[in-house]
């Protein structure tokens, strides 16, 4: 488990691992999820990019090497599509998908932070309560 801000760890991870950003798009009751991230397992290791909307969702695989980060701009590269604080711009291009275009954002708004929600996974992110979780038998 990774107990930090730092805006990438995958740059010195090894298996299992999983790494992604999440990106949320909402406009007249339409969603749009995009998800930029590394996963590397005993069987592989890939860089991806997962869409999903009302309709489904899509997992396009890249090789690791298409993957950059530049944590100091919080900038992320897949394949030929970016990811930023200013934006998303994706140019995916498969037998069974192609999504291109770019959407633009306005100022970001930091992330509101408290003892009871230290970042983005709320409280069940606290090392203290992991053994509070429920196990399956």
């Given at each position: 488990?990774?107990?930090?801000?730092?805006?990438?760890?995958g740059?010195?991870?090894?298996?299992?691992?999983?790494?992604?950003?999440?990106?949320?798009?909402?406009?007249?009751?339409?969603?749009?999820?995009?998800?930029?991230?590394?996963?590397?397992?005993?069987?592989?290791?890939?860089?991806?990019?997962?869409?999903?909307?009302?309709?489904?969702s899509?997992?396009?695989r890249?090789?690791?090497?298409?993957?950059?980060?530049?944590?100091?701009?919080?900038?992320?590269?897949?394949?030929?599509?970016?990811?930023?604080?200013?934006?998303?711009?994706?140019?995916?291009?498969?037998?069974?998908?192609?999504?291109?275009?770019?959407?633009?954002?306005?100022?970001?708004?930091?992330?509101?932070?408290?003892?009871?929600?230290?970042?983005?996974?709320?409280?069940?992110?606290?090392?203290?309560?992991?053994?509070?979780?429920?196990?399956?038998?």
């Amino acid at each position: 488990m990774i107990y930090t801000d730092r805006f990438y760890h995958g740059s010195s991870a090894s298996p299992p691992f999983f790494e992604g950003w999440y990106f949320k798009h909402r406009k007249d009751g339409q969603v749009l999820a995009v998800i930029p991230g590394l996963s590397l397992s005993d069987s592989g290791e890939e860089a991806f990019i997962q869409l999903i909307h009302e309709g489904g969702s899509h997992y396009v695989r890249y090789r690791r090497e298409e993957l950059s980060v530049d944590p100091q701009r919080q900038l992320i590269q897949v394949g030929e599509s970016r990811f930023s604080p200013q934006g998303v711009c994706l140019k995916i291009h498969t037998q069974k998908l192609t999504a291109s275009g770019c959407l633009h954002y306005g100022p970001v708004r930091p992330l509101a932070r408290s003892l009871y929600a230290p970042g983005i996974m709320g409280p069940l992110f606290l090392p203290f309560l992991s053994g509070m979780l429920p196990r399956s038998t």
